[in-house]
């Protein structure tokens, strides 16, 4: 009889806890533990806990990769707010970015990572509206710096520089609010000068000079001449 009352309490148990996951309060808010699978299938999409209809703790969500659930998400929410620490996960585990995110929209700083997920690739930083606001890094594998540009509420604003794998300069530009603005100068792997000049709203404007083994070769002009209004008339 033991074995029989053994099972019987175990179906019990099983068919209570079924019972306690996806509930809603009296208000018809989720409240409790809820879990839901893709649709038509077995396979778990996510899982997480409602405190009357407020994500609460940390949810987890999946990817269906041939019938297996695989973790390609997590949101750890932060009480008595609309922020969740976020990390996305690759196939194999391995992290590929994390930060802060309000609701849908990312605020703060966030890190992506080369495919080891343990190498920075990309740091940059969110204001509260979502947009790109201060300075964003791009690093090789190596760690050595590959690219720093600065962003004042989601577009490039002020200088922007890219660099070899031995941390010298290859190539600086200036922006103003997206558009290509100032002194623009391009290196070859050595550091040495190859081109400057400058730009203005997006095009070529002035002198631009061209070097070769460090000595001027060629300079060329890109000034935008005005129209003479009175040019060929009597």
């Given at each position: 009889m033991k074995p029989i009352l053994f099972l019987i309490s175990l179906c019990v148990s099983l068919t209570s806890f079924s019972q306690t996951i996806n509930q809603f309060n009296e208000n018809g808010e989720r409240h409790g533990v809820w879990k839901k699978n893709f649709e038509n299938t077995?396979?778990?999409?996510?899982?997480?806990?409602?405190?009357?209809?407020q994500?609460?703790?940390?949810?987890?969500?999946?990817?269906n990769i041939k019938g297996k659930a695989v973790l390609t998400a997590t949101k750890a929410f932060e009480p008595n707010t609309n922020k969740a620490k976020v990390t996305f996960f690759s196939s194999s585990g391995k992290i590929i970015s994390e930060g802060t995110m309000r609701e849908k929209t990312y605020i703060g700083t966030w890190k992506y990572y080369h495919s080891n997920g343990k190498q920075l690739m990309t740091l940059e930083h969110y204001n509260n509206e979502g947009r790109?606001?201060?300075e964003r890094l791009v690093y090789y594998p190596s760690g050595v710096v590959a690219e720093k540009s600065l962003y004042k509420n989601g577009q490039l604003h002020?200088?922007?520089?890219?660099?070899?794998?031995?941390?010298?300069?290859i190539k600086m530009y200036h922006y103003n609010m997206d558009l290509l603005h100032g002194l623009a100068q391009f290196y070859d792997n050595s550091g040495n000068l190859l081109q400057e000049g400058n730009y203005r709203n997006d095009k070529k404007h002035g002198i631009w000079k061209y070097y070769e083994n460090g000595a001027l070769k060629e300079e060329k002009d890109f000034t935008i001449k005005s129209k003479n209004p009175?040019?060929?008339?009597d």
């Open positions: 077995n396979v778990l999409r996510y899982e997480g806990t409602f405190n009357n209809g994500e609460e703790g940390v949810f987890k969500f999946y990817k790109l606001e201060g002020g200088k922007s520089a890219w660099y070899n794998e031995a941390g010298t300069l009175y040019k060929n008339k």
